[in-house]
């Protein structure tokens, strides 16, 4: 199984970005996709989660209303994020598993190489 997570970059306080992972070399029909991030000095921590065939969602509680996890028909899942804010500098991961998903970051079995969010004052 491969991930490959994009769509990070520079933004400002209050702007919004998507950041996709697509993923491949498998069947995923059973899987949960899930996205992590983990800011310099800090552990890698949960962000949210979905079921392969697109509900339910899970959300860190402070995430919640601000960030969407979602995924379209084809190998490939999203994560919408606005308002963002300072404190939401990080690298971002996307990961899957088979089993169901779990808040445990090293419950996880496979993850993409992360993509970089910073969010300027």
């Known amino acids: 199984v491969q991930l490959q997570a994009s769509g990070g970059g520079l933004v400002q306080v209050g702007g919004s970005l998507r950041l996709s992972c697509v993923v491949s070399?498998?069947?995923?029909?059973?899987?949960?996709m899930g996205w992590f991030r983990q800011a310099p000095g800090r552990e890698r921590a949960f962000v949210a989660a979905v079921r392969w065939r697109g509900s339910p969602t899970y959300y860190a509680d402070s995430l919640r209303g601000r960030f969407r996890i979602s995924r379209d028909s084809a190998n490939t899942f999203y994560l919408q994020m606005n308002s963002l804010q300072p404190e939401d500098t990080a690298t971002y991961y996307c990961?899957?598993?088979?089993?169901?998903?779990?808040?445990?970051?090293?419950?996880?079995?496979?993850w993409g190489q992360g993509t970089q969010v910073t969010v300027s004052s």
């Open positions: 070399g498998g069947t995923f029909s059973n899987y949960a």
């Open positions: 990961a899957a598993d088979p089993r169901d998903y779990s808040r445990i970051t090293r419950e996880w079995n496979f």
